[in-house]
């Protein structure tokens, strides 16, 4: 582990060391304590082979029982910080009308236990969980689902407002999109661009409002949102490629950063919306609220870049209309793959990223919200001593954390970097099958947890703040 004479990478004081993880994926006990039903136990109950091995989101790491032996574990594992999600089914079982009692004690239990162990916990509102009944009359389609997430963003913030400080509305809100009505990974896995840019729309414009009403409750804290930026790399420099790259960039990236950050929309993507007819309904005055409420901070979520090149074959005009009209993906010769999960490991990409904030988003106040590496049949690498060595997990982080250093010493407005994740948890239709954690998790054994080589490492990197 490191000495403090051998720290080459000092990060600045009051970094914060931590990681995130979201409510469905840990708490478990998905059907107790009044809690309502999301789409994923809807899903899951409709299409259970859509999960690796059959493996629901009830049988997730059981946070909502282990909550307190997990937050010691925290600490033994380094944090100061931590992100976690509320429920919208478990605080609002119906996601609008009568709050659920025994979900204010839990949150209310898990908020006082963090900050009694000087972790300082990050809140997310929404991580991919609508709760059934708005999805029954089109969740994020729907403009009343809209209204209603803004009085669940209010609920919270005066309930755990007192105590929270850091707030973000949406975790990766363009997921549900692409995996709810473009790609077929989330429910209700439809294939409708119309639908895909109204849900975008409602989301961000959801995300604005939240951050209204927050800002009406003086509350003292900051306010951000959480977004996956995956870096749009061209397979070259030509213009046809360098175009393609930038579109890509505009439908992934700058759709939902625009927005957040400058309270405007990208032109390029609105104008191939109305040239395809794909505008969405916005009612007057909302984009005024776009404008006025963007975020106090930023957080990235960075695991992979997108490469692509020109269209090499003229699109289908009968087919649904996909981004993938304007670009190709590109396989780039001899990247790096993470094999487990199939997605590219570049590091290099957190620093561009941070780099684009820097110099194209006022350097935004940002930090690493989440960056991991999601790795199959970890048993393996189990020692005699029951402890998992996962070096490949510590070169993963130790590699973009140079990354990040070195765009801090240029200058970026990153405070913190935060792992996805703090123990092993199930993810939605991949289940429990790629591990992302700081601890393990162990199944067979009533979800017995044991720290990683990568924890103890972690650990250390935190209270030396560096490596
Ligand atoms: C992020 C999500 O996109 O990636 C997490 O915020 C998710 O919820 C993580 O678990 C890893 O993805 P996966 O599918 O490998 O678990």
Redesign the pocket.
């Known amino acids: 582990m490191t000495n403090m004479n051998e720290i080459k990478y000092r990060f600045p004081d009051g970094f914060w060391w931590g990681s ?1 993880a ?1 409510g469905p ?1 840990t708490e478990g006990a998905a059907a107790v304590d009044g809690k309502g039903k999301n789409i994923w136990d809807h899903w899951y109950e409709i299409e259970p082979n859509r999960f690796f091995d059959g493996v629901g989101p009830d049988k997730t790491s059981q946070f909502y029982y282990k909550y307190k032996d997990d937050i010691l574990l925290m600490k033994e594992s380094g944090h100061n910080s931590f992100r976690m999600s509320i429920q919208w089914s478990r605080l609002i079982p119906e996601g609008r009308g009568k709050v659920n009692q025994k979900a204010v004690e839990f949150y209310n239990n898990v908020i006082n236990e963090m900050i009694a162990h000087g972790i300082e916990p990050f809140v997310n509102l929404f ?2 969980d609508m709760p059934l009944k708005l999805q029954e009359i089109g969740g994020w389609i729907n403009r009343e689902t809209v209204d209603a997430y803004v009085k669940y963003a209010q609920t919270c913030f005066e309930l755990f407002g007192d105590r929270v400080k850091f707030w973000f509305t949406h ?2 809100p363009i ?1 549900p999109v692409e995996g709810g009505y473009l790609y077929d990974f989330h429910y209700p896995n439809e294939v409708d661009f119309g639908k895909a840019v109204q849900v975008a729309f409602h989301s961000i414009l959801a995300s604005a409002k939240a951050i209204q009403a927050y800002r009406k409750l003086k509350q003292d804290g900051k306010i951000g949102i ?1 977004l ?1 930026l995956t870096p749009s790399y061209p397979r070259s420099q030509n213009s046809a490629d360098l175009q393609a790259a930038k579109l890509a960039d505009a439908f992934f990236n700058r759709s939902f950063l625009d927005p957040s950050v400058k309270g405007e929309f990208p032109r390029e993507l609105i104008q191939i919306l109305k040239d395809e007819g794909f505008l969405p309904k916005i009612m007057s005055g909302d984009l005024a609220i776009i404008k006025e409420n963007t975020v106090d901070l930023l957080g990235v ?1 960075y ?1 992979q870049p997108r490469r692509v090149k020109a269209k090499e074959n003229l699109p289908n005009p009968n087919a649904p209309f996909m981004p993938e009209r304007f670009f190709d993906h590109y396989e780039m010769p001899g990247r790096k793959m993470n094999p487990h ?1 199939g ?1 590219e490991i570049y590091e290099k990409g957190i620093y561009d990223i941070l780099t684009n904030l820097r110099e194209n988003y006022g350097n935004i106040e940002c930090f690493i919200s ?1 960056n ?1 590496m ?1 790795v199959e049949g970890e048993e393996k690498f189990r020692d005699q001593n029951g402890m998992i060595q996962d070096d490949y997990r510590i070169e993963f982080i130790q590699e973009h954390l140079k990354w990040v250093h070195k765009a801090l010493e240029e200058g970026a407005n990153v405070k913190g970097y935060h792992l ?2 703090f123990m092993d ?1 199930w ?4 289940a429990y ?2 591990r ?1 954690g700081l601890v393990s998790v162990n199944l067979n054994k009533d979800g017995e947890r044991t720290i990683k080589k990568s924890g103890q490492w972690f650990k250390s990197v935190s209270e030396h703040n560096g490596f």
């Open positions: 995130a979201s994926q991580h991919f975790n990766e997921v959480i996956n979520n695991y999960r997605w989440e991991g999601g996805w994740t948890n993810s939605w239709s991949n099958k790629n992302y």
